[in-house]
């Protein structure tokens, strides 16, 4: 991919730091060491300093559970990521990584919750459904570009998500890597200067 001249600001910072589309796509906990090419792709996109990638609080959540030699590996894998702090849900956020949520937050998680999982309560539901509900609220709050997740019951709803929230995207691993190749190669468009003229900045 080629490598045009960086914008103002952005000149001397290492690329792992930069975010050049000013994407920011928010991911599932198996995007963090899954090996289909889309998803290493998109990794490699975040080190390249094209698009950062997210984690919400959920994740690390989700891994206090796992294995620990497998948490220390994920943990590792994820440790140049950005953790958004979702507001907090009694028995599933942890003290110090969770916010106090708002009426909005509160009315925002029951929406994604009541899409994604219909007719369910969330008071006795499945610990990973109001997980998953998090997860997408979370990055809906932060104003992200995508929640990116291979969660097959999460892509199925993706065009009621999409409704509801102002064009919100639930996006499979390709999907997410075609919208951000789409924004690289206008990037490029802007900031590559053709011969004799000068680079545009920001």
């Avoid at 103002?8 to 796509?25: H, I, S, V, Y």
């Avoid at 942890?94 to 007719?119: E, K, M, N, Q, T």
């Avoid at 064009?167 to 206008?186: C, G, Q, Y």
Wanted: charged share 25%.
């Amino acid at each position: 991919m080629a490598e045009p001249s960086q914008p103002q600001g952005q000149a001397n910072m290492p690329a792992k730091w930069q975010n050049r589309t000013e994407l920011t796509f928010a991911v599932d906990n198996h995007i963090v060491d899954s090996h289909i090419p889309e998803a290493v792709e998109l990794r490699g996109l975040d080190e390249q300093g094209w698009i950062d990638l997210v984690l919400t609080d959920v994740t690390k959540t989700e891994w206090a559970d796992a294995d620990p030699d497998q948490r220390a590996t994920l943990l590792d894998q994820a440790v140049d990521y950005g953790e958004a702090l979702g507001p907090m849900v009694l028995g599933h956020s942890r003290l110090g990584s969770s916010v106090l949520g708002s009426a909005a937050d509160a009315h925002r998680l029951r929406c994604v919750f009541d899409i994604l999982f219909p007719g369910a309560d969330m008071a006795t539901a499945r610990k990973q459904n109001v997980r998953d509900a998090m997860n997408v609220a979370t990055a809906i709050r932060y104003g992200f570009n995508c929640f990116v997740t291979n969660d097959r019951h999460l892509l199925k709803k993706r065009d009621a998500i999409k409704a509801a929230f102002n064009d919100f995207l639930v996006a499979s691993p390709e999907a997410a890597l075609t919208f951000a190749r789409r924004m690289i190669e206008r990037y490029e468009a802007r900031n590559t200067p053709l011969p004799g003229q000068q680079q545009r900045t920001r």
